[in-house]
DNA sequence: AATGAAATCTATGGCAA
DNA sequence: TTGCCATAGATTTCATT
């Protein structure tokens, strides 16, 4: 380990570079406002940027077609709709597979609302939801069986702290 | 390992079962309707529906005073903002400790995107976004320097095939 | 990007099943 | 209790400047 006497100050964090077709700060600022509330109106989001209604209207529209607002969705409590299991699984892949086809098999099980692919002894990271234990348990057999897994490894997950969170907090 | 000479056949999943409140078939569809897209206007849903705006208004009312949908947010591609790298991070908390005062430490970075409580050798499990790979050896060093954590092990996202999917997939 | 205007939508109170 | 109707007020979304 190399030594590190007192704590090194972090790197002033690199602010979002402009990918390409630039972001403002005015649509910073709308993606900040969107991220927290998806159903604010233009109107609304025209008030708190100070821009008209129509300026927003567009602003948002472009941000949609560049493909930086990718959609908009509803939050729904996992618990409030029978998914009270939440797990992490890793997957170790056998050898060198077919990885569209173990794609396909894991994008087949609904359960399964993350998907990474990762660097590491674990070819892959899910994150699976499920009603209860049985199901958790049902899961991982299935994702076992699926072709060019070797072994997978579990972690329940006692308590969501947060999730999806997007908020710059500085 | 228990024998299971064929495959099993899963079991036919649980659906949600009733938390309280009965969510009843015309709210599953406007929650996935409302997670398919959260920016659908109340005509919309009602024309989907087959009911009259106002009643929709007032069926997604409830499920939000319900607190079965807990928000709505925009959905943002990372990489459009400059946050190219993403990876998952296990804290090993070294003894029992505040844990109060690591959520807190944990939750003043912002780049960590959800937290999860978990059981087995690491205690939390953590998604990070950040700019670059300097940007994740700071957020380590800032976690390994948190109170409580005994050291963190972490893997690189290559790449998030899907994620926040919802769709029942049946 | 702002203005103004037409079409659409929201959101409430009252009424019916 | 739940949904529908009517309506006043906002909002979206043009065309124009």
């Keep these: 380990m190399v030594p590190r006497p007192e704590g090194p100050q ?17 649509d910073e600022q709308l993606l900040a406002l ?14 708190q940027v100070g821009l008209s209604a129509p300026a927003v209207h567009e602003r948002v ?12 969705t509803a939050v ?17 892949d056998s050898d060198e597979v ?3 086809g173990m794609l396909e098999a894991m994008s087949a099980l609904p359960q399964v609302q993350d998907c990474w692919r990762t660097a590491g002894t674990e070819g892959y990271v899910l994150k699976v939801r499920v009603t209860d234990i ?9 994702l076992n069986r699926v072709r060019g897994v070797s072994r997978t490894r579990t972690t329940v997950v006692l308590s969501t702290k ?9």
Tied chains: 1, 2.
């Design 76 to 92: 729904v409590d996992p618990s409030a709709v029978g998914l009270g299991v939440t797990a992490l699984v890793g997957i170790i």
């Design 34 to 47: 969107l991220q927290a509330n998806g159903r604010a109106s233009y109107a609304e989001l025209a008030r």
């Design 162 to 170: 947060w999730e999806g969170r997007h908020g710059r907090t500085e």
């Design 134 to 142: 049985p199901a958790l348990e049902d899961t991982i057999n299935a």
């Design 98 to 100: 077919d990885d569209v």
């Design 10 to 26: 972090p790197r002033p964090h690199a602010l979002p570079q402009t990918t390409e077709d630039d972001i403002d700060a005015v």
């Design 61 to 72: 529209g472009k941000l949609e077609t560049a493909g930086v607002i990718t959609g908009y």
